[in-house]
């Protein structure tokens, strides 16, 4: 049974789905797996009839904790403050704003439709009142929760809570330290945290309305508590064992007394073995990975094997892209052919519409096809379009030199070692070129006549590509030969006797 259908076959009564991002800068490809497999259980549990709804929350409620290096100057004052409290790097709207634009954006073009919302918009319209209200009530079995978990005691004097300072309007930098039932005591700290400092305001104030945050763990919690979230999966980083995950889980239950979601940990992707990470300057971000799969392929790619399980995906300099595209391919012959297999279950939940036959030729070739000139008309003519476009971008972007060519405009200077019995081979295609055959047929001949001359095929095959593209290798030499003028052809081929 297919992974997804497998850990929700016992999920009873309506469900609600939630995922949430951070808005504090660029997304990554690995940001996308979560929204991909939650949109993946939606599809699931819709088509099973049930009811369902599936959030997808910015939370921008978050204090600005760290910054790109081209913002660092700029925006360094901002550290400590919340994600929507900043102006945007562009002038329009909030730093949130502009870091959550990027991910909707993405999520359009995945076709993935949740339920938006905005965690700042949540406090401020009262509704975390009610779990901030129980958490500083009980913040005695918080602090046993973090104990419990962390192996360490929490002092009396900590609380599940900061406050937005009304002096210097930073979060990160505040610390509760009282609680009467009412309001809170608070001290904006000059040295809590080593990222921002605060202004040495203290006072009281009330937690409510938007104008205090619990912590990510506790607040995580709240929300699944406060919504009655049903399912809400996480990167490993949060779900390995006494993490994140784990600790909200546990507030879920014994602070709010409610049942946690149910819990999916799902595995990064892999570049060369390593975790992706956008600040060592592995792996890609979200965009150009949906500019060289498009939004299926994507989809098939972040549910295709269990996300339990890592996935290697380096696409630089590798056929891994190419592969991709082969394997969605056979999955989509599985589907239609009606096999009962985990792959054709992945091409199903990948599709945004009617599940559609795709293309049957193999990227790698029509990454030659490109590649060829005059064929622009005849790739759209197939049907190619869509595929073209991203067998384009992965030909300039990450295909590895082996799979690029370009025919020269002169003769290649390679071409001069050809021996005669290649020239002859050459002029033998020279002569025949006036026959009518498709490229297929044309293949065939090419093998036939490198017989007759007696020439092994490999020599005969390295001397076209020398000719025309100064390589020994290269894309399938009928189509290549039939995608060019004849004349150039004739004149290339003859030319390469008196050199
Ligand atoms: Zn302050």
Redesign the pocket.
């Known amino acids: 049974m297919f992974w997804a259908d497998k850990i929700l076959q016992n999920q009873k009564g309506p469900q609600l789905i939630n995922d949430s991002f951070t808005p504090s800068g660029v997304v990554h490809m690995g940001s996308l797996k979560g929204p991909v497999i939650h949109d993946t259980f939606y599809k699931i549990l819709k088509d099973q009839g049930k009811e369902v709804l599936f959030s997808y929350g910015f939370d921008d409620m978050d204090p600005i904790d760290g910054l790109a290096p081209n913002l660092q100057e700029k925006f360094n004052k901002y550290l400590g403050v919340p994600l929507f409290l900043a102006p945007s790097p562009d002038g329009k709207g909030s730093f949130a704003d502009y870091f959550s634009a990027k991910m909707i954006e993405l999520l359009d073009t995945l076709e993935i439709k949740p339920d938006l919302y905005r965690t700042h918009e949540i406090y401020q319209r009262g509704e975390f009142d009610a779990a901030i209200k129980v958490v500083l009530d009980h913040a005695d079995k918080v602090r046993k929760v973090y104990g419990d978990i962390y192996h360490k005691t929490i002092p009396d004097t900590w609380y599940p809570l900061q406050i937005i300072?009304p002096?210097?309007g930073?979060l990160g930098?505040t610390r509760v330290a009282g609680w009467d039932g009412t309001d809170v005591t608070f001290n904006?700290e000059k040295n809590l945290v080593t990222w921002a400092q605060?202004?040495g305001?203290s006072g009281k104030i009330s937690p409510f309305g938007g104008r205090g945050k619990m912590p990510w763990k506790v607040e995580w919690a709240a929300k699944w508590a406060t919504f009655g979230i049903t399912i809400e999966a996480a990167g490993k980083d949060h779900a390995s064992a006494g993490g994140s995950y784990d600790v909200a889980m546990k507030i879920c239950k014994e602070v709010f007394g409610k049942t946690p979601p149910l819990k999916l940990g799902y595995e990064f992707f892999l570049s060369g073995g390593k975790k992706m990470s956008s600040s060592k300057g592995l792996g890609m971000t979200g965009e150009e990975l949906l500019e060289v799969l498009g939004p299926r392929v994507a989809h098939f790619l972040m549910i295709k094997v269990d996300p339990v399980r890592a996935v290697e995906f380096t696409p630089r300099g590798t056929d891994i892209v190419p592969k991709l595209y082969d394997e969605y391919q056979k999955s989509a012959n599985a589907y239609f052919e009606k096999k009962d297999e985990d792959i054709s279950r992945a091409f199903e939940l990948s599709q945004i519409d009617e599940p559609k036959m795709p293309l049957q030729v193999r990227f790698s070739v029509l990454a030659q096809l490109i590649q060829m000139p005059n064929m622009q008309e005849k790739i759209q003519k197939a049907g190619y379009g869509d595929w073209a476009k991203y067998a384009r971008v992965w030909v300039d972007k990450y295909a590895p030199d082996s799979e690029k060519f370009v025919v020269a405009k002169e003769l290649p200077k390679e071409a001069k070692k050809l021996s005669k019995e290649q020239k002859n081979y050459l002029q033998k295609i020279a002569m025949e070129l006036e026959k009518k055959l498709n490229p297929e047929d044309f293949q065939k001949e090419l093998y036939v006549w490198s017989k007759e001359l007696a020439i092994p095929s490999k020599d005969a095959f390295a001397a076209i590509y020398l000719a025309l593209i100064g390589k020994d290798h290269g894309p399938k030499a009928g189509w290549l030969i039939l995608s060019l003028d004849k004349e150039f052809i004739k004149k290339r081929f003859l030319e390469i006797d008196k050199n």
């Open positions: 300072c002096q210097c930073k930098t904006c605060g202004c305001a």
